[in-house]
């Protein structure tokens, strides 16, 4: 580095920024100052340059922090779902949802659907879009949020769990119906969807169609109660097709 700053000079602001945790600004000074000094760059330029790189990297931090927190089963994005094969689902109503403006109205989404055709991998790619602006994402699969809530009521500290569930800004509760519901889950669900309702956005998968929810549940009341609520100001996507996982297998045996 060919910098006629003071040494003492350069040491003391390199400590600064080292106090000040702006390590992309401490990586990239040498260069920026060489610039500098070859009037390739003004010194406004230097600072926007110097202050552009440690707020993209402090955002790709938190956008990555914030992914983590969802706890979401996989990084799958839109990008690497392909909607030929799907065609039954509206890709630029997928990438309407995924504008987030749904969250915004606080709406809620129901991907319905037979096993394999690409529910949960919508679902993650909406979360990890909800995640990237910073709305606070939790991913559960129902049956894992139903035990930890029965768990929590067992234990007494059912509404320190349930805040959990409710404060989140998008919550995906996945495979809803996959496996049966136990008796007093269905108002453990109800609470969720309710407190829920109006005020936050929820996203849904299940194999169940709505016909058939007043046999998922003890009580058949219960059920409509949740869907009625989960329907009003839902967007609603019914997928019907194969199943990805067994696209292969199926390829292979029309061959033979
Ligand atoms: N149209 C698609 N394009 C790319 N991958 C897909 C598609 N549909 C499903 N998949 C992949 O197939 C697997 C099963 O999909 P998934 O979303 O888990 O199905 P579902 O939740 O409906 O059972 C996942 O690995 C998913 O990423
Ligand atoms: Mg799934």
């Known amino acids: 580095m060919s910098i006629t700053v003071e040494t003492s000079d350069y040491q003391q602001l390199i400590s600064h920024l080292d ?8 990586n990239n000074l040498p260069q920026v100052i060489d610039r500098v000094q070859k009037k390739e760059l003004s010194f406004l330029e230097a600072l926007l340059k110097l202050t552009g790189e440690e707020v993209d990297q402090k955002r ?21 779902f392909d909607f030929d094969f799907q065609s ?10 995924a504008s987030l403006h749904f969250i915004e109205n606080n709406e809620n989404i129901i991907f319905l659907g037979s096993p394999g055709v690409g529910k ?10 909800a995640a990237k602006h910073r709305m606070r994402t939790y991913f559960t699969k129902a049956t894992d949020m139903l035990s930890t809530l029965r768990k929590a009521k067992k234990e007494n500290r059912l ?3 349930m ?9 995906i509760i996945d495979e809803l119906g996959f496996l049966p519901i136990q008796k007093g889950d269905e108002k453990l669900l109800f609470q969720v969807i ?8 929820t996203i849904l998968t299940t194999n169940i169609q709505f016909s058939d929810w007043g046999e998922l549940f003890e009580d058949p009341r219960i059920a409509n109660a949740i869907l009625d609520r989960l329907l009003h100001h839902s967007h609603v996507v019914t997928i019907v097709g194969d199943s990805y996982r067994t696209k292969d297998l199926i390829q292979t045996t029309e061959e033979n």
Do not use: F, W
């Open 19 to 26: 106090y000040l945790g702006l390590s992309e600004i401490r």
């Open 194 to 201: 309710d407190k829920r309702y109006e005020k936050k956005s």
């Open 163 to 171: 805040k959990h569930y409710i404060s989140c800004r998008l919550l």
């Open 159 to 161: 509404e320190a769990k």
């Open 120 to 129: 949960t991998h919508l679902a993650t790619s909406l979360g990890i879009e």
């Open 60 to 80: 790709v931090k938190r956008q990555t922090t914030s992914i983590k927190m969802a706890g979401l089963p996989h990084l799958k994005e839109l990008k690497d």
């Open 88 to 97: 039954s689902i509206d890709r630029n109503q997928i990438y309407d949802l």
